[in-house]
């Protein structure tokens, strides 16, 4: 698999948002084994961009590494520096299931109650909504009512 080619523009960009990051895989004494490309592999499809240490003085050793990662597992090589490496591969779309049985979560709403003064300022209130309540136009919290059913179609039923 060939590693994703990105203009110096995109891997500034990329070498920013990697600089807060910490090591999220870590190289030991055995080297580049098939563990550690699984780890590298699951990384990258959970974040993204992500940052690997390697623990090895050998600076030629951790060049071949970094490209043995990029080349394998399609990312694009964005930084060596040190005994980092940071690599970036775009994230998969991930599909949303929808659970048609879920029911409305809690809702926050924001209610102002203006004074009857005129000079001061509204108090703000932040009402927490539930699935089976309503919000008045008064502010209030009320229970939703329970679906009305005709007497016509109780009896067909």
Do not use: C
């Amino acid at each position: 698999m060939p590693q994703i080619q990105l203009t110096p523009a995109q891997r500034k960009e990329h070498r920013a948002q990697a600089h807060h990051l910490d090591p999220v895989v870590m190289v030991g004494g055995d080297g580049l084994s098939a563990a550690v490309k699984k780890e590298t592999d699951a990384a990258l499809n959970a974040h993204g961009l992500i940052k690997v240490r390697v623990f090895s003085d050998d600076r030629a050793a951790r060049e071949a590494m970094f490209q043995t990662l990029a080349d394998e597992l399609s990312a694009a090589p964005i930084q060596h520096i040190g005994k980092l490496l940071v690599l970036w591969r775009p994230m998969p779309e991930r599909e949303k299931t929808v659970d048609e049985d879920r029911m409305p979560g809690p809702r926050d709403f924001k209610v102002l109650k203006y004074s009857k003064r005129g000079g001061q300022r509204p108090e703000v209130k932040t009402l927490r909504v539930l699935g089976n309540q309503r919000l008045t136009s008064g502010g209030q919290i009320k229970r939703a009512k329970p679906k009305q059913i005709s007497i016509k179609k109780r009896s067909q039923t």
